[in-house]
């Protein structure tokens, strides 16, 4: 049905009285997901909206609601802080909404989650700079348009924002629905990577295809394709942007630049068709494409099945037959003895 | 953002890191001073070095500023021993044209800023690198035998000669890794010694300053065997200037084009490109998508031009603003995918903008979310030259179209 968020999971909004937080917490509750608590220093005690409880700390407002879920909107200079917060606190899942956050913070912040997560602990975090999480029909974590996603089984993941939406509408338009859908985020650091979320759809029983948005700077393209190379059975479509973008540029998102002749669009796409990704070549056909190996891959697993019913019959048949001459061997030989 | 050698060295300085002596001079006016300066420091031979951002300037080529075809100088960086008269003559010459190099594209940069610095004999060129490793989320240092040509050419063809340390994070750069950079570059007696006490000094100043880049190529063993920083590169991390309000200072407007400083005024984020189809798109991964299709449709993108989350009339407007200065724009393709801004919204905005603006170029225009077809009707009832697509694919056509007409 979905990964790392469901009908389930109880949501903290940490910065959930600031602007961003308010808008995006309101339209969260709209999709039907499901906020338990909210957190600004100073402000605990007090309601949100009249109905959620406000605390002063996520572990105050974990213990108080078993929230397992937190999504951040607090300003760049304090994000690091918020979800090595969270993260303290034992929520699975943190989802870090805020873009511009120095390297340097998330450098430690990534260690931090990485050696708890050594200890017995299983968190993961989402982001920064990033649209946050979708289960279609189930559970929005994020800052996505609801309204365009449908619930179905096609697992996206992507580094970029309004591109996801583009792709996603793109699906649901042909009908095609997602299981769940992950906007990494477009930064050096960042909590999940596309391998990550690659291994998640490909252990979900209900995830039957997957699609990668990625883009210029990098190789965690790469590195996903190999994986998937090796490990995948499903089917992946892929799509890069910025093959139009020069060298040395940043385009918009800290890590997308090609540096040093590094990162380009060629290569990662080189890499992902030779590891069996089918990749859209414009972004107005990624939906088709995900539909045409969709297809594909269905009639292949039915050729299959039918070969295998085919095969199954003939061997069925020659045993029947076996058996049959063994049994009249035997009634031979019983024949005999008789005599 | 990006910063010269010479504020970069003077930056390194203050962690004691050791680096070339030098002056940066702005005019020739400055020159006498700046070679008096550097002689009562002891120093008796000189470099002149151009400060642009851009690499390769030692084999660059300086043409005159009013006559682009004109040579003035081969090389912008040269060593002159101690005849100051010869390195008067070239600074002179060079200051204010135009250097190009492998980094800088055809149309160059103009030299602003010398650099007069103190000349050295060095027996070793090396290769010193800071940077974030992304497959792992740690920093990385790496270091050659290989200095002073380019690391990336080092990285293809003998990999086997680049030596990589990765920092932990909670503990950072310890002496063993220090020493085996140092055992790695094959240094000895007071050489070893003196690259221990430069590399943690080096390291501290990354991490302090927030740097994205630290490159120090080459680093050199001087014939007395000291080490030292001969040319120093620093990126600083945008996301981290908020904490070092100084470093804005250190900003080289001249450095910069003139309409990405424009439009980061209004908080667009804008990159001029050399072709001529002009984008306007909410997201940095949808604007390069955007890019792609402009190409798939027969353009060339302008730009690069993401307007943020929200598309309201005003960010339009400037988006048009900063686009239709670029006289190379020969149609625009706008592209919003509303989710949670109203399409609506944003077409009234396009509408306003265009009749506020006059704009001598087709637009086409694809709004893709809430209110899409509301706002694909008051786009096409403008009566302006505005052609409206709601699909990807659409736009593209349209776009197609838009060129042939021109």
């Given at each position: 049905?979905s990964?790392?968020?469901?009908?389930?999971?109880?949501?903290?909004?940490?910065?959930?009285?600031g602007s961003?937080?308010?808008?995006?917490?309101?339209?969260?509750?709209?999709?039907?997901?499901?906020?338990?608590?909210?957190?600004?220093?100073?402000?605990?005690?007090?309601?949100?909206?009249?109905?959620?409880?406000?605390?002063?700390?996520?572990?105050?407002?974990?213990?108080?609601?078993?929230?397992?879920?937190?999504?951040?909107?607090?300003?760049?200079?304090?994000?690091?802080?918020a979800i090595?917060?969270?993260?303290?606190?034992?929520?699975?899942?943190?989802?870090?909404?805020?873009?511009?956050?120095?390297?340097?913070?998330?450098?430690?912040?990534?260690?931090?989650?990485?050696?708890?997560?050594?200890?017995?602990?299983?968190?993961?975090?989402?982001g920064?700079?990033?649209?946050?999480?979708?289960?279609?029909?189930?559970?929005?974590?994020?800052?996505?348009?609801?309204?365009?996603?449908?619930?179905?089984?096609?697992?996206?993941?992507?580094?970029?924002?309004?591109?996801?939406?583009?792709?996603?509408?793109?699906?649901?338009?042909?009908?095609?629905?997602?299981?769940?859908?992950?906007g990494i985020?477009?930064?050096?650091?960042?909590?999940?990577?596309?391998?990550?979320?690659?291994?998640?759809?490909?252990?979900?029983?209900?995830?039957?295809?997957?699609?990668?948005?990625?883009?210029?700077?990098?190789?965690?393209?790469?590195?996903?394709?190999?994986?998937?190379?090796?490990?995948?059975?499903?089917?992946?479509i892929?799509?890069?942007?910025?093959?139009?973008?020069?060298?040395?540029?940043?385009?918009?998102h800290?890590?997308?630049?090609?540096?040093?002749?590094k990162?380009?669009?060629?290569?990662?796409?080189?890499?992902?068709?030779?590891?069996?990704?089918v990749?859209?070549?414009?972004p107005?056909?990624?939906?088709?494409?995900?539909?045409?190996?969709?297809?594909k891959?269905?009639?292949?697993?039915?050729?299959?099945?039918?070969?295998?019913?085919?095969?199954?019959?003939?061997?069925?048949?020659?045993?029947?037959?076996?058996?049959?001459?063994?049994?009249?061997?035997?009634?031979?030989?019983?024949?005999?003895?008789?005599? | 953002?990006?910063?010269?050698?010479?504020?970069?060295?003077?930056?390194?300085?203050?962690?004691?890191?050791?680096?070339?002596?030098?002056v940066?001079?702005?005019?020739?006016?400055?020159?006498?001073?700046?070679?008096?300066?550097?002689?009562?420091?002891?120093?008796?031979?000189?470099?002149?070095?151009?400060?642009?951002?851009?690499?390769?300037?030692?084999?660059?080529?300086?043409?005159?500023?009013?006559?682009?075809?004109?040579?003035?100088?081969?090389?912008?960086?040269?060593?002159?021993?101690?005849?100051?008269?010869?390195?008067?003559?070239?600074?002179g010459k060079?200051?204010?044209?135009?250097?190009?190099?492998?980094?800088?594209?055809?149309?160059?940069?103009?030299?602003?800023?010398?650099?007069?610095?103190?000349?050295?004999?060095?027996?070793?060129?090396?290769?010193?690198?800071?940077?974030?490793?992304?497959?792992?989320?740690?920093?990385?240092?790496?270091?050659?035998?290989?200095?002073?040509?380019?690391?990336?050419?080092?990285?293809?063809?003998?990999?086997?000669?680049?030596?990589?340390?990765?920092i932990?994070?909670?503990?950072?750069?310890?002496?063993?890794?220090?020493?085996?950079?140092?055992?790695?570059?094959?240094?000895?007696?007071?050489?070893?010694k003196?690259?221990?006490?430069?590399?943690?000094?080096?390291?501290?100043?990354?991490?302090?300053?927030?740097?994205?880049l630290?490159?120090?190529?080459?680093?050199?063993?001087?014939?007395?065997?000291?080490?030292?920083a001969?040319?120093?590169?620093i990126?600083?991390?945008?996301?981290?200037?908020?904490?070092?309000?100084?470093?804005?200072?250190?900003?080289d407007?001249?450095?910069?084009?003139?309409?990405?400083?424009?439009?980061?005024?209004?908080?667009?984020?804008?990159?001029?490109?050399?072709?001529?189809?002009?984008?306007?798109?909410?997201?940095?991964?949808?604007?390069?998508?955007?890019?792609?299709?402009?190409?798939?449709?027969?353009?060339?993108?302008?730009?690069?031009?993401?307007?943020?989350?929200?598309?309201?009339?005003?960010?339009?407007?400037n988006?048009?603003?900063?686009?239709?200065?670029?006289?190379?724009v020969?149609?625009?393709?706008?592209?919003i995918?509303?989710?949670i801004?109203?399409?609506?919204?944003?077409?009234?905005?396009?509408?306003?903008?265009?009749?506020?603006?006059?704009?001598?170029?087709?637009?086409v225009?694809?709004?893709?979310?809430?209110?899409?077809?509301?706002?694909?009707?008051?786009?096409?009832?403008?009566?302006?030259?505005?052609?409206?697509?709601?699909?990807?694919?659409?736009?593209?056509?349209?776009?197609?179209?838009?060129?042939?007409?021109?």
């Amino acid at each position: 049905m979905s990964i790392l968020v469901n009908k389930k999971s109880k949501i903290v909004v940490q910065g959930i009285t600031g602007s961003e937080g308010t808008f995006h917490t309101t339209q969260m509750i709209e999709y039907g997901s499901n906020v338990v608590a909210g957190v600004t220093p100073g402000k605990g005690g007090t309601l949100f909206q009249n109905k959620i409880p406000v605390f002063n700390s996520v572990r105050e407002a974990v213990e108080a609601t078993k929230a397992n879920v937190s999504i951040i909107f607090v300003p760049s200079a304090f994000s690091a802080d918020a979800i090595i917060e969270a993260t303290d606190a034992d929520v699975n899942l943190v989802v870090c909404i805020t873009e511009g956050i120095p390297t340097k913070d998330m450098i430690k912040v990534y260690d931090y989650v990485q050696s708890k997560n050594t200890h017995g602990h299983t968190m993961r975090f989402i982001g920064p700079n990033c649209p946050g999480i979708i289960s279609p029909g189930e559970c929005k974590v994020g800052i996505m348009p609801g309204f365009i996603h449908l619930k179905g089984k096609v697992g996206v993941i992507s580094r970029s924002g309004t591109l996801t939406y583009e792709a996603v509408d793109q699906l649901t338009k042909l009908g095609i629905g997602q299981s769940t859908c992950i906007g990494i985020g477009g930064d050096p650091v960042i909590g999940t990577r596309f391998l990550d979320a690659i291994k998640l759809f490909n252990n979900d029983k209900n995830t039957e295809a997957i699609l990668m948005i990625g883009e210029i700077g990098g190789n965690a393209e790469e590195e996903a394709a190999y994986f998937i190379k090796k490990h995948v059975k499903k089917p992946v479509i892929g799509f890069i942007a910025g093959k139009t973008a020069p060298p040395g540029r940043r385009m918009g998102h800290a890590g997308a630049i090609i540096s040093g002749g590094k990162g380009t669009a060629e290569e990662k796409i080189k890499v992902m068709n030779e590891c069996g990704i089918v990749v859209a070549e414009s972004p107005a056909d990624i939906g088709i494409t995900v539909k045409n190996v969709l297809e594909k891959f269905k009639a292949k697993a039915k050729k299959k099945k039918e070969v295998k019913k085919l095969k199954e019959v003939k061997k069925l048949k020659k045993l029947k037959e076996v058996k049959k001459k063994k049994g009249n061997k035997k009634l031979k030989k019983d024949k005999k003895k008789k005599k | 953002m990006k910063i010269h050698e010479y504020q970069a060295k003077s930056i390194l300085k203050k962690f004691g890191v050791a680096v070339q002596d030098g002056v940066a001079i702005k005019s020739m006016d400055e020159f006498d001073n700046a070679i008096n300066h550097l002689k009562e420091q002891g120093v008796t031979q000189f470099v002149v070095k151009s400060q642009i951002h851009a690499g390769g300037r030692g084999k660059g080529i300086v043409y005159n500023k009013d006559s682009r075809d004109e040579v003035v100088y081969e090389g912008g960086v040269k060593f002159f021993g101690d005849n100051v008269e010869k390195a008067k003559d070239y600074a002179g010459k060079i200051l204010n044209n135009i250097l190009v190099t492998h980094q800088t594209g055809k149309e160059g940069k103009q030299i602003q800023t010398l650099f007069i610095a103190q000349g050295l004999d060095y027996k070793k060129e090396l290769y010193l690198g800071i940077l974030l490793d992304r497959t792992n989320s740690k920093n990385v240092i790496m270091a050659s035998t290989e200095g002073g040509v380019e690391i990336e050419k080092v990285a293809a063809e003998t990999p086997e000669k680049i030596i990589k340390i990765w920092i932990e994070p909670s503990i950072g750069l310890q002496s063993f890794q220090a020493r085996e950079l140092a055992f790695g570059l094959k240094l000895e007696g007071s050489a070893f010694k003196d690259f221990i006490k430069f590399i943690s000094a080096l390291y501290k100043a990354y991490e302090e300053i927030d740097a994205s880049l630290l490159e120090i190529n080459p680093l050199i063993i001087t014939n007395d065997d000291k080490i030292l920083a001969l040319d120093a590169k620093i990126n600083l991390d945008d996301n981290a200037l908020f904490k070092h309000p100084d470093y804005e200072a250190l900003r080289d407007l001249n450095e910069e084009d003139p309409l990405e400083i424009e439009a980061s005024k209004s908080n667009l984020n804008y990159i001029k490109l050399d072709g001529n189809v002009g984008c306007m798109v909410n997201g940095a991964g949808l604007a390069m998508a955007t890019m792609d299709l402009i190409k798939i449709a027969g353009g060339e993108p302008a730009n690069f031009l993401d307007v943020g989350g929200t598309a309201s009339a005003e960010t339009v407007e400037n988006g048009f603003k900063i686009i239709l200065s670029d006289k190379n724009v020969k149609a625009i393709l706008i592209n919003i995918f509303g989710g949670i801004v109203r399409c609506d919204r944003v077409a009234n905005g396009v509408v306003q903008a265009s009749r506020n603006l006059n704009i001598p170029v087709p637009v086409v225009v694809r709004l893709q979310g809430t209110n899409a077809e509301e706002a694909k009707k008051i786009l096409d009832e403008s009566g302006l030259n505005i052609f409206s697509a709601t699909t990807f694919e659409d736009a593209a056509q349209q776009v197609t179209k838009a060129i042939a007409k021109n």
